[in-house]
């Protein structure tokens, strides 16, 4: 598992526009991307003590979250995500779950899980037993994606960011989401080993200060 620099910063709309002018001369747009972005449902998951939640708010120096995430509605490829973080770093590890897996999951049936082959699902399994894991709330938002090879570095915007507040039926496109307060636009830049100066000055907006910000966090504002 390899861990990678990540800066947050929180931005407004006028930078949002003068970032896609910039990025867009520099880097390329995710193939993956349908016109230019990702509309993006995740699931993430808690315990009844939120232990993720309050682990971010305390800034604990080693921490996970586990999530389940699609894209732009097509439930067809589902991913289980866990996002570990050790001193400032971070990593994901993932594994491609189907949708009645998922549902399962979101259900509390877990019988199928240590028999999947893959490690994650096993983990999560584990500690949806020991830890009381659960799904928590869904977290919508919408996402430009940037890519750079040189240094492995993706920049991401995002923004519209929604909470399921205590829904957690994430499958159903009919599941009602309410705007997570009032949420800023957030860049996002991750590398590996070096962060080339081009992309560098890019990101680069006066007066932007490195964040924070967690979208799970935002989303946990109506409990």
């Not at 096993?122 to 977290?139: A, F, N, W």
């Not at 499958?171 to 989401?177: A, I």
């Not at 000055?201 to 935002?218: C, H, L, M, N, W």
């Amino acid at each position: 598992m390899k861990y990678r620099h990540e800066w947050k910063h929180e931005i407004n709309y006028a930078d949002l526009l003068t970032l896609r002018l910039r990025l867009s001369a520099v880097m390329k747009r995710d193939e993956h991307a349908i016109g230019g972005i990702y509309r993006i449902r995740s699931l993430y998951f808690d315990n009844l003590s939120d232990k993720a939640l309050r682990e971010k708010i305390d800034g604990v120096n080693i921490r996970e979250k586990f999530r389940i995430r699609y894209y732009n509605g097509d439930a067809s490829f589902i991913v289980l995500e866990k996002k570990s973080k050790i001193n400032g770093l971070c990593a994901k590890e993932s594994c491609r779950i189907t949708e009645d897996e998922a549902q399962k999951i979101v259900g509390g049936n877990l019988g199928w899980m240590p028999g999947s082959g893959r490690p994650l699902c096993l983990e999560l399994y584990s500690k949806m037993c020991s830890q009381g894991l659960r799904p928590k709330t869904i977290v919508d938002y919408t996402r430009d994606p940037f890519i750079y090879g040189p240094g492995n570095v993706r920049v991401t915007i995002d923004y519209n960011i929604r909470t399921g507040a205590f829904r957690t039926d994430f499958l159903n496109p009919e599941t009602l989401t309410l705007p997570a307060g009032e949420s800023p636009i957030i860049l996002e830049v991750k590398w590996d080993d070096y962060l080339p100066d081009i992309i560098r000055d890019a990101v680069t907006i006066p007066g932007r200060r490195v964040s924070a910000f967690s979208k799970y966090e935002q989303c946990r504002i109506y409990g």
